[in-house]
């Protein structure tokens, strides 16, 4: 029955793409078969892995974490692909072309973030929990009341996050078939639910490894091609860029993108912080054996990401140089880029490797948001499925099965709900609206991370209030700030006067954990306080306290 409805599902999805490719009258490319045979090859590839997944995952265990049999190497990978998302690579290309070198703050904020999961999370992590964050905060503490909190943040950040993504998946169909935005990013949905619904978390590690080797294997192909353009020569490359850009060395001032210093020093506190926080980031690490394995992830995870950080900072100087201003890639009469400026890595493309080249950039990039929703969709599914539903609806004829219809019900809303929601923000910068959802991730999932694993004070009192006072706070400035409150719901000036609240609400967070855990006198909070040790114990070493006494 598997087969059958991916093969029918795969039809449908080829019948859309070519339909509307003969229709296409708007895209700068036209869609033909230099960009749809690379295009539905790398999709056909991608549902044979999700095919040969399905047969081996039947457990929960499977869906949830791939039963635990990912090599650390393998991990690493996944790893990186989950990050190497639509943001990193054609959100910071094009701001980096658009704004100059003050934008690679995002590259370097967030590859900051990678020593911190390696040297500090990624072992207890592991140690501590199976499936989820909840697994992990609630170790000691109150499962029902920290399930259900962790799990609304999860579902929060995951769903802005899709949302980031969707954005630049339907842009990138947008621009080779010439299809409406919402019939784009709805044949990114129905290939997403095909890799999670059947295939699991195998399925998606394995696109994720897949296309993390692509993305590298093309970032270095067009990393030589501009390096050769120039010579090979860094001081020639930087004089190429300086001409090419209108205001000439201003391209490499800082504070030209963020020009207030506290939406600066609060962008990286998001960026550093939030990247700890991800929720799909987190879950991999659920996927190795053990600890010692997730701390090796994290090392493979954070050099490959530093190679590809490495890549972008010269494949972003060649958009400035080949693709801004240059009229074979602009609309008509003006100076936007067809497709939108997140497109300037795929016109890069296009400039030295022909249209062919373009096809293959074009798959690659649209397997890589594939792999990355299919990321979020689980760890959001995960968290209503075992943390909302299993936890807090606790009934005797729950089983395996009916917490996979649970599972797979929750991917479907999650992808309408993200789909739907993605309308209002298509024509942002992705790179800058993944920066916002890393604000939340940071006032929230990382202070009951790290209070949870390091602080012995830490009650459940302390984790609800951290809790709510980060994602209310964290949205709720989000909202009255200048991103959400002008720039999507059009007033004129907003109330909250910073762009990226993390510096605040991530403080607000803590506070709250500090101030409601030591005014925790009750009988459960002191004996939460004393499960400490053992937890600590385990967290570090991954040998059971108790039973280590015992022996």
Request: charged share 10%.
């Amino acid at each position: 029955m598997k087969p059958k409805i991916l093969t029918a599902c795969l039809s449908l999805i080829l019948v859309l793409a070519s339909s509307s490719a003969s229709a296409a009258t708007g895209s700068s490319y036209a869609a033909n078969w230099h960009t749809l045979v690379p295009f539905f090859l790398l999709i056909t590839l991608t549902l044979a892995i999700t095919r040969w997944a399905s047969n081996r995952s039947h457990s929960t265990a499977d869906f949830y974490n791939a039963g635990g049999g990912i090599t650390p190497m393998q991990n690493g990978f996944a790893l990186a692909g989950d990050y190497m998302s639509a943001s990193t690579f054609l959100g910071a290309v094009a701001m980096q072309a658009l704004y100059g070198y003050d934008s690679l703050i995002y590259g370097v904020g967030t590859l900051i973030g990678w020593p911190i999961l390696l040297f500090l999370v990624a072992e207890p992590l592991r140690n501590l929990g199976h499936y989820t964050l909840s697994d992990v905060v609630s170790f000691r503490l109150k499962k029902r009341p920290v399930h259900l909190l962790t799990a609304a943040n999860s579902l929060v950040i995951v769903l802005l996050y899709l949302v980031v993504q969707m954005v630049g998946a339907g842009k990138l169909i947008q621009l080779l078939f010439g299809t409406p935005y919402l019939i784009s990013v709805g044949m990114v949905g129905i290939l997403v639910l095909l890799y999670v619904v059947f295939g699991g978390m195998l399925a998606t590690t394995w696109v994720q490894i897949t296309k993390a080797v692509l993305i590298l294997a093309i970032g270095s192909f067009l990393c030589f091609m501009v390096l050769k353009s120039v010579g090979f020569s860094s001081d020639q490359l930087i004089d190429r860029v300086v001409q090419a850009y209108p205001g000439g060395l201003a391209v490499l001032a800082p504070s030209k993108l963020i020009s207030n210093p506290i939406d600066a020093i609060s962008l990286g506190v998001s960026l550093i912080f939030g990247m700890v926080g991800m929720p799909h980031i987190l879950i991999r690490f659920f996927t190795v054996k053990n600890g010692a394995a997730a701390r090796q992830s994290a090392f493979y995870a954070t050099c490959i990401i530093a190679y590809f950080y490495t890549l972008i900072a010269v494949i972003g100087a060649g958009a400035a140089i080949f693709v801004i201003g240059n009229p074979q890639f602009l609309e008509p009469g003006s100076q936007t880029l067809v497709g939108g400026s997140n497109m300037a890595a795929l016109h890069l493309g296009a400039f030295f490797g022909g249209e062919l080249f373009l096809g293959v950039m074009s798959a690659v990039a649209f397997a890589t948001i594939l792999a990355v929703v299919a990321g979020l969709t689980i760890s959001g599914a995960s968290a209503v499925s075992h943390d909302i539903y299993t936890h807090l609806f606790p009934r005797k004829e729950n089983s395996p099965k009916r917490e996979l219809m649970i599972f797979r019900g929750a991917c479907i809303t999650l992808i309408v709900v993200a789909l739907l929601l993605s309308q209002l923000v298509q024509n942002m910068n992705i790179s800058f609206l993944a920066g916002l959802v890393f604000a939340v991730a940071a006032s929230t999932n990382f202070p009951m991370l790290i209070l949870s694993i390091f602080w012995r004070g830490l009650t459940t009192r302390g984790v609800v209030a951290a809790c709510v006072c980060g994602l209310v706070s964290s949205v709720g400035l989000l909202v009255l700030g200048p991103a959400i409150w002008v720039n999507v719901l059009g007033h004129e000036t907003a109330i909250f006067p910073y762009s990226n609240p993390a510096l605040f609400s991530m403080s607000l967070a803590f506070i709250a954990a500090w101030v409601a855990s030591i005014t925790d006198r009750s009988p459960s909070g002191h004996a939460e306080r004393a499960r400490f040790d053992a937890q600590h114990y385990r967290s570090l070493t991954g040998i059971n306290a108790n039973n280590a006494i015992a022996h």
